[in-house]
């Protein structure tokens, strides 16, 4: 061999070497790797990065990840819709854009001070650590978006864990605000998730000693899940929003808002208004307005067709010889989630144009389509005698989830005292449902609303930790 060659041979190896120590950890991808140990392992390196970088540089990083998201809004949109199958791409453009402009940066952390004679003390809100994030479907990108800044700008770094069924989608949005991130100035790998995400990888996520904060948007079972973690939890859970309608109210306006919220996304998100209560002198008046503003009336047979369709029945078994009549418990048919109305009624056999948006039915109080939370466009609407009924119904179908409710109404003591019997976490009078989170209303947005744990309409300040720092005989000049 001569020299030339052997130093040629050197040198390639080096190289080599290089490149690979580079690139660990090996899997490294945007923030995506194969396994919740490399995740967690980037993002709490992610986080240290991040603990070393002033305030200002942390909202140049927001504001590059707000930018990412805005520009990608409809793309994203597009790859949600197609593959969750769910959604409307016009809605989640606006949601996408709205998480991206209204989610709060790091103006949302106050600092709290004393002074007197014995000095100054500060409470101020860090950061935990690592946040492991749950997602839903219903809401892949948005929450990702929303949850992304809001924890960020709290200083922490995040680790995904998306519904299996958005999983692309949500790779996408996480690599997009990585790569933001980085060309910004900030650490790779702020934002983590898995390849393949599934319960069994979020289950090892939670459990995982480099996770210090778990934030869970989904329905009952992810909520309980994270609640029975052992760590510091955050869950934002389900809703089935009631809408009251009472005599005193513009029922033409009532009709337009309570169409545009119920439709919005095909009533995906869980603040969209689930069942209509109407106090019985408005109701008919209310639902003709509701048909000029896009909504389709069945009625009979066809509402017991479409049960058959939307929703899955099942008997209880009886013991031997017991002569009740079984009772029956209805969950959701996924197919039908998100779809839009004219899919829904063809199933039916019945064909309407594109503009119909809502299906409408008069229904008994315990239909369950009163009862379950749907998140389909089918909307029942219920006749009741007063607004005592009205609201002692409406508080009974919330069923204690504190999350959302909407009423119509011109008379302040029958809002007050709806907003006070239901005690939901977003109460909208007078306007669509998603006026509630900063469409159309006051107030900034977010995608994870916190009932059962009480944080409410979360932001970054949710994703702090309280810390006291007393400086005594000192710093106080008054
Ligand atoms: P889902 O509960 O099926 O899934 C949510 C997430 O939790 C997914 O990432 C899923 O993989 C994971 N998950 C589910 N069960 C789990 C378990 N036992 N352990 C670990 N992970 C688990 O919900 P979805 O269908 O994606 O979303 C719709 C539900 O979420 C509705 O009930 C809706 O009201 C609710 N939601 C609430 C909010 C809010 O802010 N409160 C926002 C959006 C959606």
Redesign the pocket.
């Known amino acids: 061999m001569s020299i030339d060659q052997a130093l040629i041979e050197k040198i390639t190896l080096e190289i080599l070497m290089k490149m690979q120590t580079e690139k660990a950890p090996s899997s490294c991808d945007g923030g995506i790797f194969d396994t919740v140990d490399e995740a967690v392992a980037a993002a709490r390196k992610a986080y240290q990065e991040l603990r070393t970088l002033s305030l200002e540089t942390r909202e140049t990083l927001i504001k590059a990840m707000r930018d990412v998201a805005y520009k990608n809004a409809t793309l994203l949109a597009q790859m949600a819709v197609d593959e969750s199958g769910m959604g409307r791409v016009s809605d989640k453009i606006i949601k996408n854009q709205l998480a991206a402009q209204k989610t709060p940066g790091t103006e949302d952390l106050t600092t709290q001070a004393w002074s007197g004679d014995s000095g100054l003390t500060l409470i101020e809100m860090g950061p935990y650590g690592v946040i492991g994030a749950?997602?839903?479907?219903?809401?892949p990108t948005e929450?990702v978006i929303c949850n992304g800044i809001g924890m960020i700008a709290a200083g922490n770094a995040v680790f995904f864990?998306?519904?299996?069924?958005a999983k692309n989608t949500s790779m996408k949005i996480i690599r997009l605000l990585n790569e933001a991130i980085v060309k910004a100035g900030g650490p790779n790998n702020l934002l983590t998730s898995v390849a393949d995400?599934?319960?069994t990888a979020?289950?090892e996520m939670?459990k995982h000693p480099g996770i210090n904060m778990l934030v869970?948007?989904?329905?009952?079972?992810?909520v309980?899940?994270?609640l029975s973690s052992g760590k510091k939890a955050i869950g934002?859970?389900?809703?089935n929003p009631p809408v009251i309608v009472d005599e005193t109210a513009d029922i033409e306006k009532a009709a337009r808002d309570i169409v545009a919220g119920c439709s919005f996304d095909n009533n995906?998100?869980?603040?969209a208004e689930k069942e209509v209560i109407a106090v019985g002198c408005i109701a008919d008046q209310l639902i003709t307005y509701m048909q000029k503003y896009g909504a389709y009336l069945i009625s009979g047979s066809n509402i017991d067709r479409l049960l058959e369709v939307v929703m899955t029945v099942k008997e209880e078994k009886m013991a031997e010889g017991c002569t009740d009549k079984p009772k029956k418990s209805y969950g959701i048919s996924k197919d039908y989630?998100g779809k839009d109305a004219k899919y829904i009624l063809s199933k039916i056999g019945i064909d309407v144009p594109d503009s119909v948006r809502v299906v409408l039915c008069e229904t008994p109080a315990d239909h369950p389509f009163v009862i379950e939370?749907l998140?389909m466009p089918i909307l029942p609407v219920v006749q009741v005698k007063d607004i005592d009924a009205a609201i002692t119904l409406a508080v009974k179908v919330e069923h204690g989830n504190r999350?959302t409710a909407v009423m119509h109404s011109k008379n302040v003591d029958h809002l007050t005292r709806f907003a006070r019997a239901v005690e939901t976490t977003i109460f909208v009078k007078n306007a669509p449902s998603y006026a509630g989170i900063g469409v159309g209303g006051e107030g900034f947005t977010?995608?994870?609303?916190?009932?059962p744990t009480g944080e409410g309409l979360t932001s970054p300040r949710s994703f702090t930790r309280q810390r006291r720092c007393v400086l005594v005989d000192a710093f106080s000049i008054v």
């Open positions: 749950i997602t839903p479907t219903t809401n929450t864990s998306p519904h299996p069924t995400p599934s319960i979020a289950n939670m869970a948007t989904g329905g009952p079972g992810v309980k899940a994270v934002a859970g389900a809703g995906l998100p869980c603040i989630v939370e998140m999350h977010t995608f994870t609303i916190a009932g």
